[in-house]
Nanobody, 122 residues
Framework: QVHLVESGGGLVQAGGSLRLSCAAS????????MGWFRQAPGKEREFVAAISWGGESTTYSDSVEDRFTISRDNAKNTVYLQMNSLKLEDTAVYFC???????????????WGQGTQVTVSS
């Protein structure tokens, strides 16, 4: 059983930056692919970014490509999401997830955090 805890969310002006962290415990972190997803009010949860277990491969949704960067530190059991040039439409609850398959599909992830709110203001 893997326990995930997100942090780093908050209120930021459009054009600003935030760095989300997701700390994992209770499992072998380095054996899991990790993903970030988000859910805005009234919308379905959507894929943001994913990283392979060793960090060699990453993938992003088109909406965040070139603005967000996913990374991981297996020594610290932590995955990060650096978010730059934030837009109003990035406002959402951001969730990290762990799974055995590196994927943009939420169905591939077995463990989920509780989420952290990111609000982008004008």
């Amino acid at each position: 059983q893997v326990h995930l805890v997100e942090s780093g969310g908050g209120l930021v002006q459009a054009g600003g930056s935030l760095r989300l962290s997701c700390a994992a415990s209770g499992g072998t972190f380095s054996s899991y692919a990790m993903g970030w997803f988000r859910q805005a009010p009234g919308k379905e949860r959507e894929f943001v970014a994913a990283i392979s277990w060793g960090g060699e491969s990453t993938t992003y949704s088109d909406s965040v490509e070139d603005r967000f960067t996913i990374s991981r530190d297996n020594a610290k059991n932590t995955v990060y999401l650096q978010m730059n040039s934030l837009k109003l439409e990035d406002t959402a609850v951001y969730f990290c997830a762990a799974g055995s398959r590196y994927s943009g599909s939420s169905e591939r992830y077995n463990y989920w955090g509780q989420g952290t709110q990111v609000t982008v203001s004008s």
